[in-house]
């Protein structure tokens, strides 16, 4: 299991639009990914994208992740993995609507594992609390010349 922040989501987004005329399979599964994490995530895909295959299983997507990879701009995407972020039936349904076939089977989606991640939609995230941890450390390390009125 891997950390990607929001943050560091943020931070690929250049290189991802750099590459996107050649970035074929995008792997992010098991990352701890949310939905501000997609949300940047999203702004990488353009209509230069040639982007195949999207792996987002086993994350901590919420309802707010899938909506806005709904709303995503991916003309070539052919296969979509989500399985495993406790999404409830009604975005299920939701999400093989709006991607048919190219969704992959979302079998291993136990909404009941929404308990143990965190509802986006409902307040500060994990990511939220990391990027204001960093923001705070930065602060106390602030002296009186470096602020100016």
């Known amino acids: ?3 990607l922040s929001a943050a560091a ?8 639009k750099k590459h996107a005329g050649s970035l074929v399979v995008l792997n992010l599964s098991a990352n701890e990914l ?10 990488a895909f353009s209509s230069e994208s040639v982007l195949r295959e999207l792996k987002l299983s086993e994350n901590y997507l919420g309802t707010r992740a899938a909506r806005a990879l709904m709303n995503a701009n991916v003309p070539f995407l ?3 993995v989500m399985d495993e972020n406790g999404f409830p039936p009604e975005v299920v349904e939701e999400l093989e609507g709006s991607f048919g076939g190219v969704l992959q089977p979302m079998d ?3 909404e009941d594992d929404m308990d143990e991640m965190m509802d986006l939609e409902e307040g500060p995230t994990r990511d ?8 705070m450390e930065a602060f106390r390390k602030l002296t009186p010349s470096d602020v100016s009125i």
């Open 9 to 16: 989501v943020e931070d690929l987004v250049p290189l991802l």
């Open 78 to 80: 052919e296969k979509l």
């Open 1 to 3: 299991q891997n950390e």
């Open 128 to 135: 939220d609390v990391v990027d204001m941890s960093a923001m």
């Open 108 to 110: 291993e989606n136990d």
């Open 34 to 43: 949310t939905s501000v994490g997609v949300e940047h995530l999203i702004q």
